[in-house]
């Protein structure tokens, strides 16, 4: 399993230091060697500066050390001020190698915040998200290799560092569904926090968990194509047969027999059909040819 956090997560005293001249050098010239290092100049009488500075301590600390903070006190550093040519506080720049690379006056929204470290740790070829994107990816080909079982280690291991990644709560819940833990799936996406519960990573799952509880009670599918050939008009055969293909590992074929169905009666069973096909299409990736097919079959026969 991918362990996390392993020389990429720094304590937090090492990530934002208070700066001084004597130590202006080491810890701001000489450190940027190494990794970027964002130094906020500052005043205690600066009110846009006790909203910045907390709001780029946080962003800085979220990087997980792929960039580190100096702060800066004009007032008692102020040949430091000078020698940087700071007219105003707040400002902020970005060192890098031994240099200026960039900056901004004046306070901005946390959302500008968030953009300029991710583009100061661009600029000097790291990663923001402190590896959890790896991870993310190492997780999924973990999944998709059938390690489901270190696949959930490592997706449970991003949500210890990221409460709130929605695709990380999907691949957990994918995990627990492809061991047949189909309770536990439902469990995983239930708790996941408020603010995420609607992203579509984690809405795809609901979808899947909702078809892989009608798979364990699919019928034969042979038996069931052969009730519809046998009679044409049972709607309710054509909606069993749709889910016994899915549940074969057949979805074209499902989404072709429910659009049938939807052709023969849209209405039928409150939509039953429409519904469905929708499940189908939540569970699959958007750009999956099932998806892009089927939507454009539906859309046609709606329209038409």
């Not at 100061?120 to 959890?132: I, M, P, T």
């Not at 929605?166 to 239930?190: I, K, M, T, W």
């Not at 499902?254 to 169905?261: C, G, I, K, P, R």
Request: aromatic letters at 6%; hydrophobic letters at 45%.
């Amino acid at each position: 399993m991918l362990e996390l956090g392993q020389g990429s997560d720094a304590p937090a005293g090492d990530l934002i230091k208070d700066v001084s001249e004597a130590t202006f050098m080491q810890d701001v010239v000489e450190a940027s060697m190494q990794a970027p290092v964002i130094v906020d100049f500052w005043a205690p009488w600066c009110g846009p500066c006790k909203t910045l500075g907390p709001a780029l301590e946080a962003a800085v600390t979220k990087a997980k050390g792929a960039v580190t903070m100096a702060k800066v006190n004009v007032d008692e550093n102020q040949m430091i001020a000078g020698q940087m040519r700071v007219q105003s506080i707040p400002t902020v720049y970005a060192f890098y190698q031994g240099q200026p690379i960039d900056g901004f006056q004046g306070a901005v929204p946390p959302s500008e915040i968030d953009a300029f470290v991710a583009r100061v740790v661009e600029q000097s070829g790291g990663s923001a998200d402190g590896g959890l994107g790896d991870a993310l990816a190492a997780a999924e080909e973990m999944l998709e290799a059938g390690e489901a079982t270190d696949a959930a280690q490592t997706f449970a291991a991003i949500l210890g560092e990221d409460p709130n990644n929605a695709a990380a709560f999907g691949g957990l819940a994918r995990s627990h569904l492809a061991l047949g833990e189909v309770d536990q799936a439902e469990a995983v996406l239930n708790g996941a926090p408020a603010e995420i519960a609607d992203a579509q990573e984690i809405e795809a799952v609901f979808a899947q968990i909702e078809l892989a509880r009608q798979a364990e009670n699919a019928g034969p599918v042979a038996e069931l194509m052969a009730l519809v050939e046998a009679e044409p008009e049972n709607y309710q055969a054509r909606l069993d047969l749709a889910q016994a293909q899915h549940a074969a590992g057949d979805a074209e074929a499902a989404v072709n027999t429910l659009l049938d169905l939807f052709r023969l009666d849209r209405e039928w069973n409150d939509g039953a059909a429409k519904t469905q096909l929708f499940t189908i299409f939540d569970a699959l990736q958007p750009n999956d040819p099932v998806v892009l097919n089927g939507r454009r079959k539906l859309s046609s026969m709606i329209f038409a």
